[in-house]
């Protein structure tokens, strides 16, 4: 079972910006990459009483991302190239986008769009709470 780590989260004003961190450990990243070559990370949110959702998603070895069209324009995500570290940079935050932030991976499998919903996911972090305030 492999667990990433998220880090990053905070209490911010509306308007604010905020980098968060998932750290994916050096054994499982070279583990995956022997096995499946190519794997998802993506980060996920769910705020108070609603669903988890997609946040924005990174293909490895692949130059993808994904964004929900809430995000689209605010958010970037971005690795540090050895998929080590995978990172979600916010800007213009809104009271929205207060929840919980997960970050999952999974293998690729050829479906790029499996990699945009949350039920396709088995390994997830802990989560780091986002809360924007206005």
């Known amino acids: 079972q492999v667990q990433p780590m998220e880090s990053g989260g905070d209490s911010v004003q509306t308007g604010s910006s905020l980098k968060l961190a998932c750290e994916v450990s050096?054994?499982?990243?070279r583990q995956w990459k022997s096995q499946y070559k190519r794997y998802c990370i993506g980060w996920f949110r769910q705020?108070?009483?609603?669903?988890?959702?997609?946040?924005?998603?990174?293909?490895?070895?692949?130059?993808?991302?994904h964004y929900a069209d809430s995000v689209k324009g605010r958010f970037t995500i971005s690795s540090d190239g050895v998929e080590n570290m995978v990172y979600l940079h916010m800007d213009s935050l809104k009271p929205e986008d207060t929840a919980m932030y997960y970050c999952?991976?999974?293998?690729?499998?050829?479906?790029?769009?499996?990699?945009?919903?949350?039920?396709?996911?088995?390994?997830w972090g802990q989560g780091t709470q986002v809360t924007v305030s206005s």
């Open positions: 999952a991976v999974r293998d690729y499998g050829g479906m790029w769009s499996y990699c945009w919903t949350p039920e396709n996911y088995h390994n």
């Open positions: 050096e054994d499982f990243n």
């Open positions: 705020g108070e009483g609603k669903e988890r959702e997609e946040v924005a998603t990174i293909l490895t070895n692949g130059g993808l991302s």
